[in-house]
């Protein structure tokens, strides 16, 4: 087997971020496009996101679950309203369910795993895992009870920004060598990061989308950094430093379309944080850059505001029973069928 070459070196990658001429940005956009277009066609992947928790022991400095955000609404949906939000999925004919939370030990390995094994055995639906950092017999029996997917943002690959980011971590934990742990265990795994940290460079970032190639990651979801006033990162001013990367949505376009000339066959997402800071355009932009999955949003209404990672997320599309109409419909705008 010969591995398959780089399409772009780490420098191409830099300039390319760096690139403000408007000419030469629909260029890099165009071809994203052209990739995505050839190698995963025009279907929009729909996956139901449904947030089960909101409780985290962790202290993410970016993040507005973080254990010390005393203003943070704590819940914790039962076994059967997460069924509920499963069979609500299924029955739209959406093929896969993402189920994420802050890192709550009350959600332990046993929890889940009944949480995996009963929608499973309800629905068949694939099941997608994002809870963070966890020990490797709870991923090994999550495997086990039928979990397809694991997510897990590397964040950053500067290891100085990253201990930044995470502080007061009671051990160190290598999200690297977690996602080819869990790659070994057999899942599928997704990983990115998010765009304009305060303290990324353009240099980092480089970097961090050389690393998809390297990875060979099936999934890369990426968004831009939206900052929240009741985290220690989101306290405006940050100190300013050379080469920042701005967390808009021309870098993200950017993070999006190089994603997918690194990695043609990857599933990549239009985010929610994207659509926060650029609202409906941002949707339909990072879908046109190279972008191919939706992830609408199915926590119960009553929940949704409480799972608040960022202030004022976007809802990508209203997940009511018409909704695949409705996106059928906008999709239809830019040639794009939801799936
Ligand atoms: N506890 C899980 C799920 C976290 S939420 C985990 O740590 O993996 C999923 C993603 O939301 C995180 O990986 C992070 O990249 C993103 N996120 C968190 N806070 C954010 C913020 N303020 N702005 C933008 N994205 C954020």
């Known amino acids: 087997m010969t591995a398959n070459p780089k399409p772009l070196t780490r420098d191409e990658i830099e300039s390319r971020l760096r690139e403000e001429d408007p000419q030469q940005l629909e260029r890099l956009f165009g ?7 050839r190698h995963v066609g025009e279907a929009v992947i729909l996956r139901g996101l449904v ?6 022991k962790r202290s993410c400095a970016y993040c507005g679950l973080r254990a010390q955000n005393k203003s943070a609404v704590r819940y914790r949906m039962e076994n ?60 090994e029996a999550w495997r086990r009870a039928g979990a397809d997917r694991y997510l897990l943002r590397f964040e950053t690959s ?71 006033p009741a985290t220690p990162l989101g306290i405006s001013p940050q100190p300013e430093i050379e080469d920042q ?24 997402p239009s985010t929610t944080a994207l659509a926060t800071i650029a609202g409906e355009n941002g949707r339909a932009r990072a879908l046109e850059t190279g972008a191919n999955v939706l992830m609408p949003n199915f926590t119960p209404e009553a929940r949704r505001a409480d799972y608040a990672i960022y202030p004022n997320k976007a809802v990508l599309c209203e997940a009511s029973d018409h909704m695949l109409e409705g996106l059928r419909r906008d999709l239809s705008d830019i040639g794009r069928i939801p799936r």
């Open 31 to 37: 071809a994203a496009d052209a990739v995505r277009a």
């Open 51 to 56: 947030e089960i928790s909101s409780h985290c």
């Open 80 to 139: 059967a309203e997460i069924f509920a939000c499963a069979e609500r999925i299924a029955k739209l004919g959406i093929g896969t369910i993402v189920l994420q939370a802050g890192e709550d030990p009350a959600l332990d390995r046993d929890r889940v795993a009944e949480v995996i094994l009963g929608i499973k055995e309800r629905t068949g639906l694939a099941v997608t895992l994002s809870l963070g950092e966890r020990e490797d017999a709870d991923y």
């Open 158 to 228: 500067d290891p100085e920004l990253y201990s930044r980011i995470h502080p007061r971590h009671t051990a160190p934990f290598d999200r690297f060598a977690a996602l080819h742990r869990l790659r070994d265990m057999g899942y599928e795994i997704g990983s990115g990061v998010m765009v304009g940290i305060p303290g990324q460079t353009v240099e980092s970032l480089a970097r961090d989308i050389e690393l998809f190639f390297e990875l060979g990651l099936p999934m890369i979801g990426s968004g831009p950094y939206v900052p929240d």
């Open 245 to 268: 990367v701005p967390a808009d949505l021309i870098s993200s376009l950017k993070v999006i379309a190089l994603s997918r000339i690194l990695r043609p066959d990857a599933n990549i």
